[in-house]
C-alpha cells in the first residue's frame, strides 16, 4: 500500500513535468500546426537560468527559490518569443519546414548551453523542505512530488483562465477552432502566435527549474530526454486540448512509474504501446477534435 | 530492348556508369587527397571512411523515399536501421546461421516490421506521424538498452566473425568490405529510383501535393504510403546490416533520434526531393563531419574571444546553424542552388543568343 501511494505521487510529479511541456506543445499546435521541437531546450534554458540565480543568491528561502522560478519562466518565455519572430515567422504556413527549423534550433541551442555550462550534470538545491519526505498512510514520500503537482495545477488553472477570461485567450481559442475564420474578421492572429509561443515557453521554463529540483540537477540534455514522453502525451490527450494534456500527463507519468515497479522496468514500453492502441482506436486523442 | 538501349544511352545514364566505375577503382588507385582522406584511396583507413561515407547515403537515400517522395515526415527512421545491424548482430551470436541465410532473416523480419508499424503510425498524418515514428524508435531504443543478455547494452553489439565469409573479415579486405557498400549504394538509389517511378510512387507524390484531391480521384492514401514506408524501412535494414559488417558491430547511438535528425539534415541540405541530392549530401556529410571536428578543436578556435570561440568549438552548434540558414534562405537545399544556377546560366546564353 506504502509502496502504491508512493509510486502514484511519484508518477502524478513526473505526469506535472510532461504537463509543462505538452501543454505549450499542444497549444502551439493546435493553433499553428507547427511541431516545436525547441520545446525541450526552452526547458533547459529555463533550468539554466534558474540555477544562476540560485548560485548567485542562493535558493535555500522561499523568496529566492521563487525568485528563481520566475527567472526561469521569463528566460523559457524570452527565448520562446525571440524563436516564433524571427525563425517562424518568416516560414508562416508551411509546417514542415517549421518543423525542421526547430530540428535545426533544438541542435544548435543544446550544443550552445553545452557549450556555456559544459556537458556534465550540474547539481543544484533547493529550499531545505523539498529534500525532506511527508508521510502519507505510511508512504515516505519527498515533498517536491507535492511542489511538482501544485506547480502543474497552478499553470493549468491560469492557462485556463487566460484563455477564458481575457481578450487574447478568445482569439486564442478561436484560432485553435477555426484559423481562417478569426483571419477573415480581420483579426490579426500574428500577435497571438507570439502569445502562445511566450506562454508555452513560460511554462517550460518554470518546468525546467522544478525539473531541476526532481532530478537534483541540471543539464543539457534534461529537455530532450522529456520532450518525447510530452511529444506522447500531447497526441494521446489530443492536439490542441488543455485538459487533455493534463489528463494524459497524469495517465502516463502514474502508468510509467507502475510498470517500471511491478512489471519489471518496462515503463517506456507500456507507454508506446498506450499510444499505439489510442492511434489505432481513437486516432484524434483523448480530447482532440479534428484529425490533422 | 529498344528502351534499355536509350537508356543506356541517355548521358546522364552514362555519367553514372562512369562515375560508378570511377569509385569501383578507387582501392586499387594511389590518389591521395590530404585534408578529406587520412590516407591514399588503397588504404584501409581511406576505404572504410569512403564504405562508411557510401552507407549513409544509402540510408539518406532510403529515407529521400519517405519525406522527398512521400513527404512524410519520420523520426524513427533510424530504428530500422537498428533492426537491420542488431538483428543481424543477434542471429549472428545466438545461432550458428552462415551470414547469407541470416540476412534473408532479418531482410524478412525488417519487411515484416516495417509494414506493420507502417499501418499504425500512418493512422494520423503530418506532424502527428513524425511523433508518432519518434515514440516507436524511442521504444526500440529501450528494448536495446534493457535487454543486455542479447544486445550487449550500452556497450555496443560486437560482430561475431564465426560464420562471416573470410573475404569479408579483417583490415586487409576492408578493400571487399568497400566494394560492397558501393553495391549497396547504387542497389539502394535504383530501387529509391524504381519506386518513385512506380505507379505507387506516382500516387503517394501526388498525395504529397494534394492528399484530398486525390481522395476525391477514390484513390485511397494509405496503400501507396505503406508501400513507400515500407520500401524505405527495408532499404534502412540492408544498411544497417552491412554497416555490422563494416564497423564489426553496432552501438545503441544507431537508434537514437540524433541519427534521425543528421539523415533528415543531410535530406534537407542536399535537397527535399532530390535523388542525388540525398546520395551525395549523404556522403559529403560524413566527410565534412570529421573535417568540422577536427575545426572545432582546432587551436585558431580557442585562441578568438571567448564569446565566439564557445559556440564555434561545437560542432553541431555549427551544423544547427547551418541547417537553420539552409532552411530559412536555400529552400530547394544545395541541390536546389546547383539546379538554380545552371537554368540561370541557361537562361543568359539564351538571352545572348
Request: charged fraction near 10%; hydrophobic fraction near 55%; aromatic fraction near 8%.
Amino acid at each position: 500500500m506504502e509502496t502504491l501511494i508512493l509510486l502514484l505521487v511519484t508518477g502524478l510529479g513526473l505526469g506535472a513535468l510532461y504537463f509543462l511541456i505538452a501543454s505549450g506543445l499542444s497549444l502551439i499546435y493546435g493553433l499553428m500546426g507547427v511541431l516545436n521541437f525547441a520545446h525541450g531546450s526552452f526547458l533547459t534554458f529555463g533550468g539554466f537560468a534558474g540555477m544562476e540565480i540560485a548560485r548567485r543568491i542562493g535558493a535555500e528561502t522561499w523568496p529566492q527559490f521563487i525568485l528563481a522560478i520566475i527567472v526561469g519562466g521569463a528566460a523559457g518565455a524570452l527565448f520562446a518569443s525571440l524563436t516564433e519572430l524571427l525563425l517562424i515567422r518568416p516560414l508562416y504556413l508551411r509546417h514542415i519546414e517549421q518543423a525542421l527549423i526547430t530540428v535545426g534550433l533544438s541542435l544548435a541551442s543544446v550544443a550552445l548551453m553545452e557549450g556555456i555550462w559544459g556537458a556534465d550534470p550540474i547539481y543544484v538545491s533547493g529550499p531545505a523542505i523539498l529534500s525532506e519526505v511527508t508521510e502519507i498512510a505510511g508512504a515516505r514520500i519527498p515533498n517536491d512530488r507535492f511542489l511538482l503537482i501544485f506547480g502543474a495545477v497552478a499553470i493549468l488553472v491560469g492557462m485556463l483562465a487566460f484563455l477564458r477570461y481575457t481578450r487574447f485567450g478568445l482569439i486564442i481559442r478561436a484560432g485553435v477552432e477555426n484559423r481562417s475564420m478569426v483571419t477573415a474578421l480581420g483579426i490579426d492572429v500574428r500577435t497571438a502566435f507570439t502569445l502562445v509561443f511566450a506562454i508555452g515557453g513560460l511554462a517550460a521554463g518554470i518546468g525546467g527549474v522544478l525539473a531541476s529540483q526532481y532530478f537534483g540537477y541540471v543539464s543539457p540534455h534534461i529537455g530532450g530526454t522529456l520532450l518525447i514522453f510530452a511529444f506522447i502525451v500531447t497526441i494521446i490527450g489530443g492536439l490542441g486540448s488543455l485538459v487533455g494534456a493534463a489528463i494524459a500527463a497524469a495517465i502516463v507519468g502514474v502508468l510509467q512509474q507502475l510498470a517500471n515497479f511491478y512489471l519489471g522496468g518496462t515503463g517506456d514500453l507500456i507507454v508506446v504501446i498506450l499510444l499505439a492502441a489510442v492511434l489505432l482506436l481513437r486516432p484524434t486523442g483523448l480530447l482532440g477534435k479534428r484529425a490533422h | 530492348m529498344e528502351r534499355i538501349l536509350s537508356f543506356i544511352k541517355r548521358p546522364s545514364t552514362l555519367v553514372s556508369i562512369g562515375l560508378i566505375a570511377v569509385m569501383a577503382l578507387l582501392p586499387v588507385l594511389n590518389i591521395s587527397i590530404p585534408g578529406i582522406l587520412p590516407g591514399p584511396t588503397w588504404s584501409p583507413g581511406s576505404l572504410q571512411l569512403l564504405a562508411l561515407a557510401m552507407l549513409i547515403g544509402s540510408m539518406a537515400l532510403s529515407y529521400h523515399l519517405l519525406l522527398g517522395v512521400a513527404g512524410l515526415l519520420s523520426f524513427g527512421h533510424a530504428l530500422y536501421l537498428a533492426m537491420g545491424s542488431y538483428g543481424l548482430g543477434i542471429l549472428l551470436r545466438e545461432t550458428n546461421l552462415q551470414l547469407l541465410p541470416a540476412m534473408v532473416i532479418v531482410f524478412a523480419i525488417a519487411l515484416l516490421a516495417a509494414f506493420l508499424l507502417g499501418f499504425v503510425s500512418l493512422q494520423v498524418t503530418g506532424i502527428a506521424f513524425a511523433m508518432v515514428t519518434l515514440a516507436f524508435a524511442q521504444a526500440g531504443s529501450v528494448l536495446i538498452r534493457r535487454n543486455s543478455q542479447f544486445t550487449n547494452g550500452e556497450e555496443g553489439l560486437p560482430l561475431n566473425i564465426a560464420n562471416v565469409p573470410d573475404f569479408l573479415v579483417g583490415v586487409f579486405n576492408t578493400r571487399n568490405l568497400y566494394w560492397v557498400a558501393l553495391i549497396v549504394m547504387v542497389l539502394c538509389f535504383l530501387a529509391a529510383a524504381w519506386v518513385e517511378r512506380s505507379r505507387a510512387g506516382h500516387v503517394v507524390a501526388a498525395i504529397r501535393e494534394n492528399e484530398l484531391r486525390v481522395r476525391v480521384l477514390g484513390i485511397k492514401p494509405l496503400q501507396p504510403k505503406l508501400i513507400a514506408v515500407t520500401a524505405a524501412g527495408v532499404m534502412a535494414a540492408v544498411v544497417g546490416m552491412v554497416y555490422l559488417v563494416l564497423q564489426s558491430g553496432t552501438s545503441p547511438e544507431n537508434i537514437s533520434a540524433d541519427l534521425t535528425l543528421t539523415i533528415l539534415v543531410i535530406i534537407v541540405l542536399g535537397g527535399v526531393g532530390s535523388r542525388w541530392g540525398a546520395m551525395i549530401g549523404g556522403m559529403v556529410y560524413v566527410l565534412l563531419e570529421q573535417r568540422l571536428t577536427a575545426f572545432a578543436r582546432s587551436p585558431e578556435i580557442k585562441e578568438l574571444p571567448e564569446f565566439l570561440a564557445i559556440p564555434l568549438s561545437e560542432p553541431l552548434f555549427i551544423l544547427g546553424t547551418i541547417f537553420i540558414l539552409v532552411v530559412l534562405f536555400l529552400p530547394g537545399g544545395f541541390a536546389g542552388l546547383g539546379r538554380r544556377i545552371v537554368s540561370g546560366r541557361k537562361a543568359k546564353l539564351k538571352e545572348l543568343s
